[in-house]
């Protein structure tokens, strides 16, 4: 039986992962940080109904020493590294612990893997918010980065060290620089997220509007489910290597939001509100990947239409606030 270690695994990407990888037979490991509130954790397993199938394992990504232990612990064939402050807005209020478990952690476990599982294949959780400002108009694997955030540098620096590590000391490290990817479990503080849960409190007149900020920023929006199976696949290849995973479709806030209205049959421009205070210091504007390369060579292709992944999002929102949603877990 293959063994598998997870950062981040009570996270949205890292629930979808541990669902897949239990599904094809591999025992699953995943780092829990402690926290007082740990009745709460796990909500994103148990949704998924498999927080009873999973090890979990004591660690914090900056500790390397509980980290070397859940590694020596886990015995892993393959590492997966997701844990991150990941949330763009924060790394302005919290540039320093960004930089600590964002880009310093990943360095901090491929140190754990180097030293304690040499032969386990590494996933790295980059980003395309690493293109920020963006060179070119679709990107792809050859287009620079340009961080416009401490979230964005952070990734960037874990990005390069993946790629350092297998060059260095051929560790079989692989890094996906995933676009948005979203899902009935992402968290509430981004956009996507919240826009279906405002639908939701809306449709069930516990909420009148929603205060957003740049409607006219656009975004490569994957599903979580459809995006873990790429990670999966990099790992799977004789040889590591680095691949964009996009669907090749950009789509503004503003069309979210009308999307997600009409859903629930509303109109969004009565209910959406716009406010400086949600605007960033500085901005990516705009997002459009091309993953030419993870479909030629992993044969991976995103099943889930964007129309599908906001009405499974909003009916979640309305079975979790208690109204008539019919859930549909992708
Ligand atoms: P989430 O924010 O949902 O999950 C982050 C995870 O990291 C949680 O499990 C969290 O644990 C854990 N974590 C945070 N700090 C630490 C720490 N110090 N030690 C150990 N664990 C920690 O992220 P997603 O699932 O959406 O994303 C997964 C990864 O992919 C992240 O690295 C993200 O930056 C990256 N990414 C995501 C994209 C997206 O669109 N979703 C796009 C591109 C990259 P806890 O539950 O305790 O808070
Ligand atoms: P990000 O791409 O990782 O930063 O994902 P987010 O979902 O946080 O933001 C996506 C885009 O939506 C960014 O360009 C934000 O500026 C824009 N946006 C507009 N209004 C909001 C809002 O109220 N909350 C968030 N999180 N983003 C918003």
């Known amino acids: 039986m293959k063994s598998a270690l997870i950062t981040g695994i009570t996270g949205q990407d890292g629930a979808y992962l541990a669902r897949m990888l239990l ?3 591999y025992r699953v490991h995943g780092l829990l940080r402690r926290s007082a509130s740990s009745d709460a954790i796990g909500e994103r397993l148990r949704w998924l109904g498999i927080e009873a199938d999973v090890v979990m394992l004591d660690a914090d990504l900056m500790d390397l020493s509980s980290i070397l232990r ?3 612990m886990s015995r892993p064939d393959e590492v997966y590294n997701l844990a991150a402050q990941s949330f763009v807005k924060t790394s302005w209020t919290q540039p320093l612990l960004t930089g600590q478990v964002t880009g310093m952690g990943a360095a901090n476990m491929l140190e754990a893997v180097r030293i304690a599982a040499p032969r386990a294949r590494f996933y790295q959780a980059s980003s395309s918010e690493m293109y920020g400002k963006i060179q070119a108009p679709v990107q792809d694997e050859r287009t620079p980065f340009y961080p416009r955030s401490p979230y ?23 890094s996906g620089i995933l676009f948005n990817h979203e899902s009935p479990l992402r968290g509430i503080e981004f956009v996507t997220r919240k826009i279906t849960d405002a639908v939701a409190r809306i449709r069930l007149g516990l909420a009148d509007h929603v205060v957003l900020g740049n409607l006219d920023a656009r975004r490569d929006w994957g599903h979580a489910a459809d995006y873990v199976e790429a990670m999966w696949l990099m790992l799977q ?25 009409a859903h629930a049959g509303l109109d969004w421009e009565r209910h959406v509100r716009v406010d400086a205070a949600h605007l960033r210091p500085a901005e990516v504007d705009v997002l459009h990947g091309d993953a030419s390369k993870a479909r030629r060579a992993l044969r991976w292709a995103p099943r889930i239409t964007l129309e599908e992944m906001v009405a499974e999002m909003v009916e979640a929102d309305l079975e979790r606030l208690g109204g008539k949603g019919k859930r549909r877990v992708a």
Do not use: I, P
């Open 23 to 25: 599904g094809k037979g």
């Open 70 to 72: 859940a590694v020596e």
């Open 237 to 261: 290849q004789e040889h590591a290597d680095d691949y964009v995973v996009a669907t090749g479709r950009s789509t503004s806030v503003r069309e979210f939001c009308r999307l997600a209205f």
């Open 152 to 174: 964005a540098a952070a990734k960037a620096f874990a990005h390069w060290m993946t790629v350092n590590y297998r060059e260095s000391f051929g560790l079989h490290a692989s």
